[in-house]
């Protein structure tokens, strides 16, 4: 293996880099006479974010240019209906719709879009990198929409769409969604997509990009869910506490969990391999793997009778879609196992009132418990482990995103960096379950109240936060750590 200090050119360093991620500009806003409505948006806070980026151009310095990168997940395609039926789609195959949808958005957030433009013109770089919620950008009208908006022609602009790491000497930035896999992006399927379009050529369905699981549910299940239960795509953790939730809240939605149970085994075909890389060319579909239905009931038996194992199968077959070739977001990223402590929560009654369901609730959050999601200092295997490959090869800093969650991690004498995000977040207060279980149910009979009426407002929480890293000219790293923003004080 070669170090990473033989695989790169001499370059001419930034001596600051600002890394930001999972900025998910997208999704209606409300009407204006609504103000204390959300709309469809898991990002409200884009006039912060916006001054964000003016105090990175007034204050990044002027000696050298300092440098933003946006890690991923810039706008959010994934959170736009479709102009034509008014529904969601994993991905917008046609670039000249992306092309326009992405015009909308930017007008939305036009606020964003001047930030950044005005960041160039000053003279500083701008990095964007590809993330799972906003593939369309590869796609040329789409990248030719954001140029001219972003007026890019003789800037220090850079879009990596294809799947490339963003190395700037020992350190590398990554959205991150490579290790999970719910979200890897079918590169391969997404350049042959690109290739054929940029020809005018028609290209055969099975050569074409297949959407990420995670992009399939949030178009095919989520988003509709979130129409009556804004909260499910905000609470944290997702696993442990939003799915028990809604199963609690809205039982008549068990038969969509059978569609996130069966993804779950199909998305675990894109793991990584032991070196770290994913273990199928292009992430193409495993073949030769045990039944998806096998895999499963062997994992129910072991926590359900018989009987209930049939039972729960054929919701699950029932529930399948129909043509998902091998291949959803973060609601479902841990696997099969972690669903059997909501086994009671799933066979209950759909027409039972929702008092009766909080004591499984209770139980099922309990089991699941999970209070690390917002400990800085944990991360999850899932993300540390490639981290430490990549810090076994020869790299100082790894930055990844993708999960929302800010992280820093030291590992040995590197760092993991995770900058969190920008979207907005709803923390589950697991300190209400330490008190006795009669008031803890009457605690969480209001919580699921608030949750079941859409009232999250007061739960809600706005947590900006950035990686910063300070170089000097040769390229050795000063400074890496995770920052928290907040108007009226330096960002360096």
């Given at each position: ?139 040329l009208p789409v990248r030719q929409v954001l140029e001219r908006e972003l007026e890019t022609d003789g800037k220090r ?336």
């Amino acid at each position: 293996m070669k170090s990473i200090a033989t695989l790169n050119l001499p370059q001419i360093f930034p001596h600051r880099i600002f890394v930001i991620f999972d900025l998910h500009l997208g999704g209606e806003h409300p009407p204006s006479h609504q103000t204390a409505l959300r709309g469809f948006r898991i990002c409200t806070q884009t006039a912060l974010l916006a001054t964000f980026i003016r105090r990175v151009t007034q204050e990044g310095g002027t000696l050298r240019p300092c440098e933003l990168v946006i890690n991923g997940d810039f706008v959010d395609f994934l959170a736009e209906k479709s102009d034509d039926n008014l529904q969601w789609q994993p991905f917008i195959t046609e670039g000249e719709r992306a092309a326009k949808q992405l015009s909308l958005m930017i007008e939305r957030d036009r606020i964003v879009f001047d930030a950044l433009k005005d960041l160039l013109a000053a003279g500083h770089r701008l990095t964007i990198l590809l993330g799972n919620h906003d593939a369309e950008l590869s796609l040329l009208p789409v990248r030719q929409v954001l140029e001219r908006e972003l007026e890019t022609d003789g800037k220090r602009f850079r879009f990596i769409f294809d799947g490339e790491a963003y190395v700037v000497g020992s350190i590398i930035i990554e959205h991150g969604n490579r290790y999970d896999g719910w979200n890897v992006v079918d590169y391969d399927g997404l350049r042959r997509t690109r290739s054929a379009q940029s020809r005018g050529e028609d290209l055969a369905q099975e050569r074409a990009f297949l959407p990420p699981a995670g992009s399939i549910m949030v178009a095919t299940v989520m988003n509709q869910i979130k129409e009556q239960f804004p909260f499910v795509d905000l609470l944290k953790p997702e696993n442990e506490a939003t799915l028990p939730l809604l199963l609690t809240l809205a039982p008549q939605y068990r038969e969509h969990l059978m569609k996130v149970m069966k993804l779950a085994i199909r998305a675990q075909r894109h793991s990584l391999n032991s070196n770290g890389q994913p273990r199928y060319a292009g992430d193409i579909t495993a073949r030769g793997w045990e039944s998806t239905e096998v895999q499963l009931a062997h994992l129910l038996t072991a926590h359900v009778s018989d009987p209930e194992v049939s039972e729960f199968m054929e919701l699950i077959n029932r529930a399948a879609p129909p043509t998902l070739g091998g291949t959803e977001d973060e609601i479902a990223s841990k696997g099969v196992v972690d669903y059997m402590s909501l086994f009671p929560i799933i066979t209950t009654a759909t027409s039972t009132p929702l008092a009766s369901r909080l004591p499984a609730l209770l139980t099922a959050l309990f089991t699941l418990r999970d209070e690390r999601s917002f400990d800085r200092s944990q991360e999850d295997e899932q993300y540390l482990e490639p981290a430490r490959k990549l810090i076994n090869r020869g790299f100082k800093v790894v930055v990844f995103g993708h999960t929302h969650l800010a992280k820093k991690v030291e590992i040995g004498e590197s760092i993991y960096l995770n900058s969190g995000a920008w979207a907005d977040l709803i923390r589950f207060p697991y300190d209400q379950l330490g008190q006795e279980r009669e008031h803890a149910l009457e605690w969480l009979s209001g919580f699921a109240n608030h949750m079941e009426r859409g009232e999250i407002k007061p739960y809600l929480l706005h947590m900006p936060t950035y990686a910063r890293i300070e170089l000097d000219s040769g390229g050795t790293v000063l400074h890496a750590d995770i920052h928290d923003f907040a108007e009226g004080q330096p960002i360096v």
